[in-house]
């Protein structure tokens, strides 16, 4: 135990600013407030376990020194791209996994519900809500029209007879998922012995609060339509919906219980105590201790070595006054659109003209990218969902050439009016895509995949979003517009961010 605690104290104390990172989530974010919960819990059923655990001699498990230098560089490689759900899922991975490198399999195999139990303090999950929101709006719409009243619909907006409803972040039920795994799983360790119960329940614990998130919604909506928007369009909006859940998931939990089995009872007599350890296991134990605090260490060498060659050099992005082909700065153009990129490092925002058409070009620059600066964020997106000018409609892919090869962009259609102010006239379509040292890709991922593996090979983590847009026009107008844009001046495009790079 003592060798354990000065463990974790050192893995604390290298690794406090991913710990602290998690608290600061867990303090001002109400859909990861239960994280506060998780450690105590844990401990609590592992306290239960003791005398399960008393019948089993400890013993360092060397071979989990593999896994945890594996686990450390990837903590290495999250915060190299600045992913907090990578370096948490690290952080937790590691104090796990200390158990067994510490105590062994057969001292692990008892607790190994509580130590998995403590990845539920790691706060993720959001990236599924936009896929929670469209099914909430599919289902809402679909409801709606069910119960006979007509809905015209365009992307997370709908308009009813009596006004008008918008799916947002608040809609998308992703708390109550969250929440419902996290007591579900809880639940199901508590009450049942089969495996296949307990992953039964789990599965309805994720079921139910999707469903029960699409129903609420509909009621909402219901209840606003049918009182002349009277009842559940302000706060009483939300107090329906957590009331909702309350009792949808204590129905849960009262109907789960009914098929409850005896937890097994481990008879005190058939215990013995542990086994003092001679010199020998004293100094294995010791011995992998101190290569397990050597492993967790090597990372932070890494990163202090990786970030005396980055460039903190404020960044100058001039706008181009002409492109190729004849395109030109429009001076007089008012800025009809701005992506919602949080704190570039630079940033331009022109729209340029030829003889036969205008775009708008969007260039955001990042460089020593860190939390509070980063390219690929959730944070960062076209139009946030409570933008009151505009609103995204439709979303897609386009393959273009840029430069040598074809890239598949990102594409949208955003809305300027409000849906019920039926102006729909202002349209704009919108493509995107990232710049990774000089590598183009549109997906976040694979984005996030180059900017590491570029700042591992000491280049940098220089990298940008071009985004391009022009008013929505019949007949694939805009589309082949942006193209011709794109494919005559991209080569001057990536020529302008390479001379940035350079100038570090």
Known sequence: MLVMGLLLAWVFFLYRDTGISMVTIWE?????????????????????????????????????????????????????????????????????????????LSVSRQILFPLGFLFF?????????????????????????????????????????SGSWSVVEACSGVRYLIASITVGTLFAYLNYQSTKRRLLFILVSIL???????????????????????????????????VFFGVVIMLM???????????????????????????????????ASACFAAIVAVPHVALWAINQGQSTAPVSLASPSTLSQGWQVSASATKAFEPSFKNPSAAINNTYSNQRAAVGMYLGYYRHQ?????????????????????????????????????????????????LSGGANADRLAVWQVYWINGTLTSNDYI??????????????????????????????????????????????????????????
């Open 370 to 418: 860190g939390d509070d600066r980063k390219l690929v964020s959730s944070s960062n997106v076209l139009v946030k969902s409570n933008d009151t000018h505009r609103a995204q409609v439709a979303t897609g892919q386009k393959m273009v050439v840029m430069g040598e090869k074809s890239v598949a962009l990102r594409t949208a259609v955003l809305r300027g009016a409000a």
């Open 28 to 104: 001002r974010s109400e859909t990861f407030t239960h994280g506060f919960l998780v450690p105590p819990i844990a401990m609590w059923l592992i306290w239960r376990q003791r005398q399960a655990i008393a019948a089993h001699s400890p013993q360092s498990a060397f071979w989990v020194l593999l896994p945890v230098a594996a686990v450390a560089f990837l903590w290495m490689l999250g915060e190299l791209v600045s992913v907090n759900a990578v370096t948490q899922l690290g952080l937790v991975a590691l104090v796990v996994l200390s158990v067994p490198a510490i105590f062994g």
């Open 208 to 242: 139910v609060p999707i469903v029960a998130n699409w129903l609420r919604a509909y009621m909402i909506v219901m209840l606003g339509h049918l009182s002349g928007n009277t009842l559940a369009t302000g706060v009483d909006h939300l107090i329906y919906g957590w």
């Open 447 to 504: 984005a996030k995949a180059y900017s590491a593996f570029y700042q591992l090979m000491g280049r940098g983590d220089d990298s940008a979003v071009i985004v391009v847009y022009t008013p929505e026009a019949p007949g694939g107008a805009a589309e082949a517009t942006l193209e011709s844009f794109l494919t005559e001046n991209y080569a001057a495009i990536n020529d302008l961010l390479l001379k940035v790079r350079s100038a570090r």
């Open 253 to 287: 939990f009262l109907v789960g219980s009914r098929w409850s089995e005896p937890e097994r009872v481990v008879d005190p007599t058939m215990s013995r105590a542990m086994t003092q350890q001679g010199d020998k296991g004293t100094a294995r134990l010791w011995f």
């Open 121 to 161: 303090a790691v706060p993720i999950g959001e990236f599924v809500m936009p896929q929670l929101m469209e099914w909430t709006a599919d289902f809402t719409v679909f409801a709606v029209r069910l119960s006979g009243v007509p809905v015209y619909r365009e992307g997370l907006e709908f308009v009813i007879p």
